[in-house]
């Protein structure tokens, strides 16, 4: 089956800095990269994600990049502002379409 | 709102008793899957359905545990004989249709179990 690894698992910027999470997958197979985002006692949200026909995908401060070679992808967050603290889940498909997730970021933004 | 709803949000019960948990999927959404996550924790994979079919269950997924989706829309989750280790929140997602990966969740339900 797919395993799913993510780093680092906590991450604390300055407001406006950037933030990136890196993950890792096993299955070469895979070719959905979904990222959620879930904030505190919140459902997770699905914020971005790429297929593996592209490298790269950005949407205003949000991108992710993917490296089928390396089976690695990550997200890149740009100007970071307070709203953006939470806890950030890569993930990746196997059979079925089921997600195996990361163990999660936890981004804390500072003022 | 037309997105995931799941009831109910939170759950209090014994060891030993039996719960159900409900999720409505989107309404044209023909794949549901179900998720537990625990503090700290990615969503770990329970079981999925394609329209009324359950086409595969978890290891994780132990003889307490059984899920229906008898219509091939609303879907329930039961755990029989419930232990502290079931304590968690139960996620519930749904998506349009094979080949099409994007997953949108609801809420939960937090089941403590005391």
């Known amino acids: 089956g797919e395993n799913v690894e993510q780093h680092p698992s906590t991450l604390s910027v300055q407001e406006g800095d950037s933030a990136v999470i890196k993950c890792t997958y096993s299955?070469?197979?895979?070719?959905?990269f979904p990222w959620y985002k879930q904030e505190l006692g919140k459902r997770p949200q699905l914020i971005i994600d790429i297929r593996s026909n592209v490298g790269e995908k950005k949407d205003q401060r949000i991108a992710v990049t993917l490296n089928k070679t390396a089976k690695h992808f990550s997200l890149h967050i740009t100007e970071t502002q307070p709203e953006d603290s939470a806890v950030y889940f890569c993930a990746a498909p196997s059979a079925g379409n089921k997600l195996t997730f990361g163990g999660g970021t936890r981004v804390l933004v500072k003022p | 709102d037309t997105g995931v709803s799941q009831d109910p949000r939170h759950k209090i019960t014994k060891r030993g008793q039996n719960v159900t948990f409900r999720c409505d999927p989107i309404?044209?959404?023909?794949?549901l899957y179900w998720y537990r996550q625990t503090l700290g924790q990615g969503p770990e994979f329970l079981t999925y359905f394609q329209n009324e079919a359950q086409l595969e269950k978890s290891r994780l997924l132990s003889d307490r545990f059984s899920a229906e989706r008898p219509k091939g829309s609303f879907s329930t989750l039961e755990i029989q004989r419930t232990e502290q280790g079931d304590s968690a929140m139960y996620l519930c997602?749904?998506?349009?249709?094979?080949?099409?990966?994007?997953?949108?969740f609801g809420p939960g339900t937090r089941l403590t179990v005391t």
């Open positions: 997602a749904s998506s349009t249709r094979q080949g099409n990966y994007e997953q949108y």
């Open positions: 309404s044209e959404h023909n794949r």
């Open positions: 299955d070469s197979a895979s070719n959905y």
